[in-house]
Every structure is written in structure tokens, then in C-alpha cells.
């Protein structure tokens, strides 16, 4: 394994490491978050099932805006009819001395949850529906938007059929997110990691060589995706190591909400008094609660 000369090891968690296989004619990245994805997977509480697919997202999110190296926002959303019906990820690029973050949200219809009597097969959990990622950038830039249907195989194999359609660059991901008990506590945080490894486009590519590179990246083990004490360059050297694989220096990553007391003000504002009716608690204040950080913004009618 090559670094540069002045090469920092990657920090425990909270990071995407990217890494390339210049004879291979492949790039890739490895990610692992902590209080990232714990804080992310904060404001609802979600059973074990769920969580995982949420915490996946999470992970992907991360990989995908720091492969665009995006200044903007990339936003990671599954819409199905299943009982986890939405699924909404928010990665945003470092802006100013804001460093790149991820906020996330899972809605579960509790009762059709229930009656699957507590199975985490994702086809069931999700259903059929689709997959949506949305890059805006920050300033000027186009707005895209690509959609695929779910595969019922997950959260990764879905993102690996986007990057068949809309890029036709062999991709091969794989994700993990698993509880972190803490004695104590009832609720669980939540460790989230993932590696993908692509065919770089400008490479020719030897199609066997990119099928044993692959199968490597498929014996990736969940717990050697969220282990903070695995060292990250020591999981790409177990996977690579007959091949010149190059890591460049970790990406910090964080998580980051947007949500603003004054903004949700002004939309309010722009309603009616008639059509905000119902909104206030009995001491006139409407309280907002954001879906991705939790956190209650108090509007007093005098705001409006």
C-alpha cells in the first residue's frame, strides 16, 4: 500500500478514505461513521430493521457527494409502499468553515411494520418503490436528478443498478450499519460504514480482473465496515494487498442540519391567518419540530 509522504492515518470514524488501484484501472472509497450516523439516526426512534436500512443510506450518501466532491447538496431518497415508505439523506459539501455533512430522516408506518412480525427482509420492509439522487449544486450548475427502481437485494444493489443506467461504469458496494449499546442507556447509537470500489472511465478494463476485484469487495464483513478499532488502511490492505492500492488522506465528515427558526417564520408567514388555524398550542405558539435533528423551533404569533 502507497501513501503520500505525509500521510495522516485515517481517524477511527467520521471520515471517507478515497483509494485507487491504478494497475487495476479502479477507484474506491471507504467510509465509517459514528456520531455522524448516530446523530443522524437521533430524532426517531426505529427498530433494529429499520435502522439499518436508514443507516446504510446514510453511509451511501457519504460516499456518493464525496465522490462528486460536490459543492451543493446531494440528496439520497427512497420512495416505496412498503412500511419504510421514505427514506431521505442529505449530504452537503463543506462550505466556508462548515465541513462536509450528512442529516438523514426514516418514516415507519409502526403498525405495517408489525404485522411482518418483526422480519428485516428489506423487499418486505421497503416494497417496490424507487431510488432518487438529486445533486444541487451550491452556485450556478444544473439540478440533476437520476431514478431506479428498488432491488429487493437492498440499499447497495440499488445503487449499483443507478451507476449501471445513468454512468454504465461497473460499481460493486458494499454497506453495513449495526447498534452500539452503551451500559445504561435504552437506546442504541449506530455505527454505519460502506466501501465502494468503480471501473474508472478513461481505463480500459480487463473484465476478469474486475470480476476478482469484486468477489474481494463481496467477502467484506459488516463488522469490518463499522469497527472503529480496524484501522481503515488495514481493511484495504486485507482486500487488495496483491495490488497496488494508493490511499489519499481522509475526508473529515460530520453531521450538519440546516434547519433555521426564522426561515420556517417566514413560510409560515406567507399563509393566512385562516390557514395556519390549529397550528399553535393553546399558549398561541406554534412549535416545528425538524424531522432530520429533532429539534423544536417555538414561533410566537408576534414572529408571524
Given at each position: 500500500?502507497?501513501?503520500q509522504?505525509d500521510?495522516t492515518?485515517?481517524?477511527?470514524?467520521?471520515?471517507v478514505?478515497?483509494?485507487?488501484?491504478?494497475?487495476?484501472?479502479?477507484?474506491g472509497?471507504?467510509?465509517?461513521?459514528d456520531?455522524?450516523s448516530?446523530?443522524?439516526l437521533s430524532a426517531?426512534?426505529l427498530?433494529?430493521?429499520?435502522?439499518?436500512?436508514?443507516?446504510?443510506?446514510?453511509?451511501?450518501?457519504?460516499?456518493l457527494?464525496t465522490?462528486l466532491?460536490?459543492?451543493?447538496?446531494?440528496?439520497l431518497?427512497?420512495?416505496?409502499?412498503?412500511?419504510?415508505?421514505?427514506?431521505t439523506?442529505?449530504?452537503?459539501?463543506?462550505?466556508?468553515?462548515?465541513?462536509a455533512g450528512?442529516?438523514?430522516?426514516?418514516?415507519?408506518d409502526g403498525?405495517?411494520?408489525?404485522?411482518?412480525?418483526g422480519?428485516?427482509?428489506?423487499?418486505?420492509?421497503?416494497?417496490r418503490g424507487?431510488?432518487?439522487?438529486t445533486?444541487?449544486p451550491?452556485?450556478?450548475?444544473?439540478?440533476?436528478?437520476?431514478?431506479?427502481?428498488?432491488?429487493?437485494?437492498?440499499i447497495?444493489?440499488?445503487?449499483e443498478?443507478y451507476?449501471?443506467?445513468?454512468?454504465?461504469?461497473?460499481?460493486a458496494?458494499?454497506?453495513?450499519a449495526?447498534?452500539?449499546?452503551t451500559?445504561?442507556?435504552?437506546?442504541?447509537?449506530?455505527?454505519?460504514?460502506g466501501?465502494?470500489l468503480q471501473?474508472?472511465?478513461?481505463?480500459?478494463?480487463?473484465?476478469?480482473?474486475?470480476?476478482?476485484?469484486?468477489?474481494f469487495?463481496?467477502?467484506?464483513?459488516?463488522?469490518?465496515?463499522?469497527?472503529?478499532?480496524l484501522?481503515?488502511?488495514t481493511?484495504?490492505?486485507r482486500?487488495?494487498?496483491?495490488?497496488?492500492v494508493r490511499v489519499?488522506?481522509a475526508?473529515p465528515?460530520?453531521?450538519?442540519?440546516?434547519?433555521?427558526?426564522?426561515?420556517?417564520?417566514?413560510?409560515?408567514?406567507a399563509?393566512?391567518?385562516e390557514?395556519?388555524?390549529?397550528?399553535?398550542?393553546?399558549d398561541?405558539v406554534?412549535?416545528?419540530?425538524?424531522?432530520?435533528?429533532?429539534t423544536?423551533?417555538?414561533?410566537?404569533a408576534a414572529?408571524?
Amino acid at each position: 500500500m502507497r501513501n503520500q509522504p505525509d500521510y495522516t492515518p485515517a481517524p477511527a470514524a467520521d471520515f471517507v478514505l478515497p483509494f485507487d488501484l491504478p494497475n487495476a484501472g479502479c477507484r474506491g472509497r471507504l467510509v465509517r461513521l459514528d456520531r455522524a450516523s448516530a446523530r443522524a439516526l437521533s430524532a426517531h426512534a426505529l427498530p433494529e430493521a429499520a435502522a439499518r436500512v436508514a443507516g446504510e443510506s446514510v453511509a451511501l450518501a457519504a460516499i456518493l457527494g464525496t465522490a462528486l466532491k460536490l459543492d451543493g447538496r446531494l440528496t439520497l431518497q427512497t420512495k416505496s409502499d412498503g412500511p419504510l415508505d421514505l427514506v431521505t439523506v442529505d449530504y452537503f459539501g463543506a462550505e466556508g468553515a462548515d465541513p462536509a455533512g450528512l442529516r438523514g430522516f426514516a418514516r415507519l408506518d409502526g403498525a405495517r411494520f408489525s404485522a411482518l412480525n418483526g422480519t428485516g427482509d428489506f423487499a418486505q420492509l421497503a416494497g417496490r418503490g424507487a431510488l432518487a439522487i438529486t445533486i444541487e449544486p451550491r452556485l450556478g450548475g444544473q439540478t440533476y436528478q437520476g431514478i431506479v427502481e428498488l432491488s429487493a437485494h437492498g440499499i447497495a444493489a440499488s445503487a449499483e443498478t443507478y451507476f449501471a443506467q445513468s454512468e454504465q461504469l461497473p460499481t460493486a458496494i458494499r454497506l453495513a450499519a449495526a447498534p452500539v449499546f452503551t451500559p445504561g442507556t435504552e437506546a442504541p447509537d449506530w455505527r454505519a460504514g460502506g466501501i465502494m470500489l468503480q471501473a474508472t472511465p478513461e481505463r480500459a478494463r480487463d473484465d476478469d480482473e474486475w470480476e476478482r476485484l469484486s468477489l474481494f469487495l463481496k467477502t467484506v464483513e459488516d463488522v469490518e465496515l463499522v469497527d472503529t478499532a480496524l484501522q481503515a488502511e488495514t481493511l484495504l490492505w486485507r482486500l487488495f494487498h496483491e495490488d497496488d492500492v494508493r490511499v489519499q488522506p481522509a475526508e473529515p465528515l460530520h453531521f450538519r442540519c440546516h434547519c433555521d427558526t426564522d426561515r420556517i417564520a417566514r413560510v409560515l408567514a406567507a399563509y393566512g391567518p385562516e390557514e395556519r388555524e390549529g397550528l399553535a398550542d393553546e399558549d398561541g405558539v406554534i412549535r416545528a419540530r425538524c424531522e432530520f435533528c429533532g429539534t423544536v423551533h417555538a414561533i410566537a404569533a408576534a414572529a408571524l
